[in-house]
């Protein structure tokens, strides 16, 4: 998941967050996907000095030079091959894997059955990683530059602005101002992907050979990373355990910001044209626990206006999302409120159970 971070890390900022990640468990994969120009390239061995001291644990790369490169001055960071450079059969997995790559991130576009054969005909000892959420590209492997063109945010740069998702419509030139939607077939958009949702199938996918799921999370908020984790966290281990995977862990990842759901490229093409643009949400985030006591009473800050009476749903890192009704509030100063209306301000309430910080309070929305 990528997260929106104002401006790149400064080699302590690195140290420092490469620390934190390690301290919770969690390895520090650090995307070097970009195609260095010419000019860049001096600056490219320093750059992975410095993430390999940092203590950065792989590198994702799309550029064979970079791959050498990452060798020579940081040999003791895995090299893992991005996406985007467009890996769907074996032997180019395993013409990666003898230039040092420890994993392989295969492309969307690669259906379930070929990653059965690669698996079979690739080293044990090689990754596979696949995507399993998130928005689908109209280009292979994300190699786009209609961003780049009529925005001037590189997408092969981690800025894309996704204009493929965008709705378009057609302008005549006599008839300026008349505008008219741009459809195909039987009233389609074009350019108007649907977003990937693989969280039921995960035991097949395990069965399958594959080693790390990726979500796609571009510029999303700290909520949407959370979230979406977390669900798909539990059907992996319900696919360990040999379970099924509770339903409410299936609703989860309806309540995020999404397009209609499909299994890409998993199961067959999945087509160019669907009849929507629309995005849906079935939750809005209403405050976040900033502070939690032993006995759930809260210090939190709003998001979103909510009150009294209002049916809301505490999701946290521990616990199932667990609806309650809010029956009570104060603001800052301790005095009795009956809604939240002011952006950012500072709620006590009691929660139906203790919590960790950055707990998210929301509220489910009829669609």
């Not at 995307?31 to 390999?52: G, I, S, V, Y």
């Not at 490169?69 to 894997?97: C, D, F, K, M, W």
Request: negative net charge.
């Amino acid at each position: 998941l990528s997260g929106t971070v104002s401006g790149p890390y400064t080699e302590t900022e690195l140290a420092a967050a490469c620390a934190k990640a390690h301290e919770k468990g969690a390895a520090v994969h650090l995307t070097c996907n970009t195609l260095p120009r010419e000019d860049e390239l001096k600056a490219l061995p320093d750059f992975l000095r410095q993430a390999q001291s940092a203590g950065v644990d792989a590198f994702i790369i799309a550029d064979l030079g970079v791959m050498k490169q990452a060798e020579r001055y940081a040999p003791n960071v895995q090299r893992h091959v991005s996406t985007q450079l467009g890996v769907i059969n074996s032997a180019t997995a395993n013409v990666l894997y003898d230039m040092g790559a420890s994993r392989v991130v295969l492309a969307r576009e690669t259906p379930m059955r070929d990653i059965y054969e690669i698996r079979a005909n690739t080293p044990k000892e090689l990754e596979i990683e696949a995507f399993v959420h998130g928005a689908m590209c109209v280009s292979f492997s994300g190699r786009c530059l209609l961003s780049n063109y009529l925005t001037g945010r590189d997408a092969n740069r981690g800025a894309c602005a996704q204009p493929c998702r965008w709705k378009y419509h057609l302008v005549e030139e006599k008839r300026p101002g008349e505008y008219f939607d741009i459809t195909e077939d039987k009233g389609t958009y074009i350019m108007n992907s649907r977003d990937m949702c693989m969280i039921d199938h995960i035991p097949e996918l395990i069965d399958a050979g594959v080693t790390s799921f990726k979500i796609e999370g571009r510029m999303k908020s700290a909520y949407y990373a959370a979230a979406v984790t977390n669900a798909y966290r539990h059907a992996i281990d319900c696919a360990k355990a040999e379970k099924p995977l509770p339903q409410i862990w299936r609703d989860e990842v309806d309540k995020l910001s999404h397009r209609p759901y499909c299994t890409g490229f998993y199961y067959g093409d999945p087509g160019q044209h669907y009849s929507e643009t629309s995005y849906y949400s079935d939750a809005e985030v209403c405050a976040v626990v900033e502070e939690c006591d032993a006995d759930g009473n809260a210090v939190l800050t709003q998001r979103n206006r909510f009150c009294l009476g209002d049916t809301v749903e505490l999701m946290t890192n521990d616990h199932e999302p667990a609806p309650f009704t809010v029956k009570y509030m104060e603001n800052g100063d301790g005095d009795t409120i009956e809604a939240t209306p002011h952006a950012m301000m500072t709620i006590k309430m009691k929660l139906p159970f203790p919590c960790s910080r950055l707990s998210v309070l929301r509220r489910i929305k009829q669609r």
